[in-house]
Nanobody, 124 residues
């Protein structure tokens, strides 16, 4: 499985971006599918994800501002990011795996497949 992330860029505080992550032409039904981010000098952290059963999960820091969605064919997942803040500046990665259980959805080591990352920079 290959994942391709895109949609990053430079925005001002309060702006919005929509990230996309496309699977390599195949459906990822029954896969957990998540977004993580890593700011400079910090560890990678969970942002938002879909459980294998389709439930959405969010980090507290983005709740109410970010929305994860996916296409009906389950070949792509999106992250709509609104009201962006400088603390959201990071490289964003998508990840997927069919063996992630709900309690591990926030654990990066639970994911086997990763996209290459897309940079999001929020200026103050």
């Amino acid at each position: 499985v290959q994942l391709q992330a895109s949609g990053g860029g430079l925005v001002q505080t309060g702006g919005c971006l929509r990230l996309s992550c496309a699977a390599s032409g195949r459906s990822l039904k029954q896969y957990a599918w998540s977004w993580f981010r890593q700011a400079a000098g910090k560890e990678r952290e969970f942002v938002a994800g879909f459980t294998r059963s389709g439930g959405s999960v969010y980090a507290d820091s983005v709740m109410g501002r970010f929305t994860i969605s996916r296409d009906t064919a389950k070949t792509a997942v999106f992250l709509q990011m609104n009201d962006l803040k400088p603390v959201d500046t990071a490289t964003y990665y998508c990840a997927a795996d069919r063996n992630v259980i709900n309690s591990n959805i926030r654990t990066q080591s639970a994911y086997h497949y990763w996209g290459q990352g897309t940079q999001v920079t929020v200026s103050s």
